[in-house]
């Protein structure tokens, strides 16, 4: 039988407002254990992760390296502790950040596609299509800025190492050979009141740049931030629905409008036409036995 340990990385969830305990729960059914390097954080993180009471979690702590902000360098070093730590008795490993979550309607898919590819040794990984929500769980983004795909489920290879600033992995520097799984990340990174947004946002542009964004001088308006968007017309997991209910604002999004240069606008609309995102950045290889 396949074993399956998850992992992940996170500072500040409850001050930040990451849906940490639904990432967490939406990845368990898949995992026989899943660890947490946990970040100095000084807020609730710990205690909210320990109520959750699964025996399958164990929390590893960590203190972020400051020197190594530049373009989201850190995030990448947080992952490859969580990686490191999984043990060898486990042949594949599920990565899902803070802000993404699992729909149980693709646990078949995922469980499926793993057990057809565990024997193909030169299958690195898989890919997962995504679901990026912006502003409310109204909204998805549909332009060019938003990654279609990435690898979310790698073997469990020490030689694979978390790429640039976490989205993706290499191997020894080359792009992972990967099978893409029907099943998708919902990305709720996007998704927060506007005042918590302003404290997420200045947090990432710190550990990108080491740029800090004047509160007095700065309000987040979802309503003219975004290039170009489109209504949502699935279904939330399961595990967000308490998250949804709860939320307590309001924005409304004229989706016809367009926000971009006429070169990006050009790529979009042939994009939205053909189906075909021309000069498509990928950062993994498609499996292929030829």
């Not at 938003?146 to 979310?152: A, L, M, Q, V």
């Not at 007095?216 to 017309?233: H, I, R, S, T, V």
Request: glycine letters at 6%; one cysteine or more.
């Amino acid at each position: 039988m396949v074993k399956i340990c998850g992992f992940t990385f996170v500072k500040n969830a409850v001050k930040l407002d990451f849906p940490l305990v639904e990432s967490i729960l939406s990845a368990l059914p898949l995992c026989e254990k899943f660890i947490v390097v946990l970040g100095d954080s000084t807020d609730g993180t710990r205690e909210l992760i320990k109520n959750l009471g699964s025996n399958k979690i164990q929390i590893i702590d960590s203190v972020w390296d400051e020197s190594q902000k530049t373009g989201g360098r850190v995030y990448a070093l947080e992952t490859d502790k969580a990686f490191q730590a999984v043990g060898p008795e486990y042949d594949w490993c599920l990565y899902i950040q803070a802000d993404e979550v699992l729909h149980e309607k693709d646990y078949p898919a995922i469980r499926d596609t793993i057990a057809k590819w565990d024997k193909q040794k030169d299958v690195d990984g898989f890919l997962f299509k995504y679901c990026h929500f912006y502003g409310t769980f109204d909204y998805v983004g549909n332009s060019r800025k938003w990654y279609r795909n990435e690898i979310r489920i790698i073997r469990n290879d020490k030689s694979i190492m978390s790429y640039r600033d976490a989205q993706g992995f290499r191997k020894y520097g080359r792009k992972l050979s990967v099978v893409p799984i029907d099943a998708t990340i919902y990305h709720y990174g996007w998704v927060r009141q506007p005042a918590l947004m302003k404290q997420k946002f200045n947090t990432v542009k710190r550990y990108y740049s080491g740029e800090i964004v004047d509160f007095d001088a700065f309000e987040f308006d979802y309503e003219n931030n975004f290039d170009a968007l489109m209504k949502f017309q699935g279904t939330h997991p399961e595990v967000m629905k308490n998250r949804i209910r709860l939320k307590n604002w309001h924005i409304n999004i004229d989706t016809s409008k367009i926000h971009m240069k006429l070169k990006y606008k050009i790529l979009y609309y042939i994009e939205i036409y053909f189906g075909v995102r021309l000069f498509e950045y990928k950062n993994y290889r498609i499996y292929s036995k030829g």
